[in-house]
């Protein structure tokens, strides 16, 4: 051990969870280690994000987490003078079935009751915020106004370098292959190219959390789960929220699809396939287009002349019940685990930094233990699936 190589915690992968991760501890005058086996931070699933961040969920831990990302990424220009690609606007439901219908008013109460600014709109209402909608058959839907878009990659760049400037030590190029466990403590990673100690290790990998569970000789049921996303050439601004179509595609009812626009004009999309595609395969798919361009013009008919500059495919870090996991690791004390974002990494990213961080100072956080629990790696994750979508 030498006091080059040690630090009060490391930082393991440096996407939506693990670099603003870092910068929260860094802030709190810790000696941090950001270790990335890409060859910059972002690369992972966070650049495949579209960028959509709401609080308004249907589940308490993701409406708490996803509040704290809101007031991280809505004031970081003012606070940095570092621009995020923030575009307020909103994310709105627009609901042609009374099931859905039904679904979405149900659980306004409670999203009401956690301070969420989100109401029900007539079709009227849905039609002004989304000129150009399909009327026919539109009943109404949410809008929630204080959610929005932010650039995923924008934001990266600007945690990465505030967390480089309060002293963070990132290491690109540099995968952990190995932990070191010593009587059930963390005492520190491998890499290929060296040994790192610290008494606090995150584990913030994303959808490669399976294998480092297998490394520390635990359980992190994570599934990598791939879904198509694309962006087009910039158009007049005309669309201000972030909309999530859940009506019945030419591809059968399960698959959602959302799309916005972003600060900078162009359309950017993703959706969700009806079939799952699981593994770490990031090749397009064929399928992709077609669907989503139908889609796109059934719903908004006035989009027909959309140029599509550019398609991507991604990973959701999925887990059975659509659920994060933030947990201690068992076996490992001072591990941690914060790992199955599913499609909400991004939004999530800087309110579980926060979380992550005051587990590691030992101080209460955002999520008190009964809602914390909820996320726990001992929870029964056959329990009813919360939604997983971005
Ligand atoms: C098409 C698409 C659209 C999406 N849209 C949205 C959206 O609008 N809003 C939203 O909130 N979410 C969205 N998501 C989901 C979001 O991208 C993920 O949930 C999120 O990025 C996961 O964050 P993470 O930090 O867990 O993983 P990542 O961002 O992937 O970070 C994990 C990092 O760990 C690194 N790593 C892995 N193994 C090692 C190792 N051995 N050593 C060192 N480093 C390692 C990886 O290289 C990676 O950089 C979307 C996803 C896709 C695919």
Same mark, same amino acid.
């Given at each position: 051990?030498?006091?080059?190589?040690?630090?009060?915690?490391? @930082?393991?992968?440096?996407?939506?969870?693990?670099?603003?991760?870092?910068?929260?501890?860094?802030?709190?005058?810790?000696?941090?280690?950001?270790?990335?086996?890409?060859?910059?931070?972002?690369?992972?699933?966070? +650049?495949?994000?579209?960028?959509? @961040?709401?609080?308004?969920?249907?589940?308490?831990?993701?409406?708490?987490?996803?509040?704290?990302?809101?007031?991280?990424?809505?004031?970081?220009?003012?606070? /940095?003078?570092?621009?995020?690609?923030?575009?307020?606007?909103?994310?709105?439901?627009?609901?042609?079935?009374?099931?859905?219908?039904?679904?979405?008013?149900?659980?306004?109460? &409670?999203?009401?009751?956690?301070?969420?600014?989100?109401?029900?709109?007539?079709?009227?209402?849905?039609?002004?915020?989304?000129? %150009?909608?399909? #009327? $026919? %058959?539109?009943?109404? %839907?949410?809008?929630?106004? $204080?959610?929005?878009?932010?650039?995923?990659? +924008?934001?990266?760049?600007?945690?990465?370098?505030?967390?480089?400037?309060?002293?963070?030590?990132?290491?690109?190029?540099?995968?952990?292959?190995?932990?070191?466990?010593?009587?059930? +403590?963390?005492?520190?990673?491998?890499?290929?190219?060296?040994?790192?100690?610290?008494? $606090?290790?995150?584990?913030?990998?994303? !959808?490669?959390?399976?294998?480092?569970?297998?490394?520390?000789?635990?359980?992190?049921? @994570? /599934?990598?789960?791939?879904?198509?996303?694309?962006?087009?050439?910039? @158009? +007049?601004?005309?669309?201000?929220?972030?909309?999530?179509?859940?009506?019945? %595609?030419?591809?059968?009812?399960?698959?959602?699809?959302?799309?916005?626009?972003?600060?900078?004009?162009?359309?950017?999309?993703?959706?969700?396939?009806?079939?799952?595609?699981?593994?770490?395969?990031?090749?397009?798919?064929?399928?992709?287009?077609?669907?989503?361009?139908?889609?796109?013009? /059934?719903?908004?008919?006035?989009?027909?002349?959309?140029?599509?500059?550019?398609?991507? #495919?991604?990973?959701?870090? &999925?887990?059975?019940?659509?659920?994060?996991?933030?947990?201690?690791?068992?076996? !490992?004390?001072?591990?941690?685990?914060?790992?199955?974002?599913?499609?909400?990494?991004? &939004?999530?990213?800087?309110?579980?930094?926060?979380?992550?961080?005051?587990?590691?100072?030992?101080?209460?956080?955002?999520?008190?233990?009964?809602?914390?629990? /909820?996320?726990?790696?001992?929870?029964?994750?056959?329990?009813?699936?919360?939604?997983?979508?971005?």
């Amino acid at each position: 051990m030498n006091e080059k190589n040690t630090y009060d915690v490391i @930082v393991v992968g440096a996407g939506s969870v693990g670099t603003p991760a870092a910068m929260f501890l860094a802030a709190e005058g810790l000696r941090v280690l950001l270790l990335e086996g890409y060859a910059s931070p972002g690369q992972g699933s966070n +650049k495949a994000a579209i960028g959509g @961040v709401r609080a308004t969920h249907s589940d308490p831990a993701k409406i708490l987490l996803c509040q704290k990302s809101l007031e991280v990424f809505t004031t970081w220009e003012e606070r /940095t003078g570092v621009d995020v690609g923030w575009k307020p606007g909103g994310y709105c439901f627009p609901v042609y079935t009374g099931g859905l219908r039904d679904q979405l008013q149900g659980i306004l109460p &409670m999203q009401k009751k956690f301070g969420l600014d989100i109401d029900w709109l007539d079709a009227d209402g849905i039609a002004q915020v989304v000129p %150009g909608i399909e #009327r $026919r %058959g539109l009943l109404g %839907g949410t809008l929630s106004p $204080r959610d929005g878009q932010v650039s995923t990659l +924008k934001a990266s760049v600007a945690f990465q370098r505030e967390g480089q400037r309060l002293g963070v030590d990132l290491h690109v190029k540099e995968p952990v292959v190995g932990y070191a466990v010593n009587s059930g +403590k963390i005492e520190g990673v491998r890499t290929e190219k060296n040994i790192y100690f610290a008494p $606090r290790v995150v584990i913030a990998t994303g !959808a490669d959390a399976i294998s480092h569970g297998r490394m520390l000789n635990a359980h992190f049921p @994570v /599934t990598p789960d791939s879904h198509e996303a694309g962006i087009s050439a910039p @158009v +007049k601004q005309f669309l201000p929220p972030l909309v999530v179509d859940m009506h019945e %595609g030419p591809e059968g009812k399960t698959a959602n699809f959302y799309f916005g626009q972003v600060h900078s004009g162009q359309i950017i999309f993703c959706y969700t396939p009806k079939k799952a595609f699981l593994g770490h395969n990031r090749e397009n798919l064929s399928e992709f287009m077609p669907v989503l361009a139908s889609r796109l013009t /059934t719903l908004i008919p006035r989009l027909r002349n959309l140029l599509i500059r550019r398609t991507w #495919r991604g990973l959701y870090p &999925m887990t059975p019940d659509g659920r994060p996991i933030l947990d201690w690791v068992p076996g !490992a004390e001072g591990a941690l685990a914060a790992v199955g974002m599913c499609g909400q990494g991004f &939004m999530l990213g800087p309110g579980v930094a926060a979380q992550v961080t005051a587990m590691i100072m030992g101080r209460p956080g955002l999520l008190p233990p009964e809602i914390l629990s /909820t996320l726990s790696l001992s929870r029964n994750f056959g329990a009813t699936p919360s939604e997983a979508l971005a």
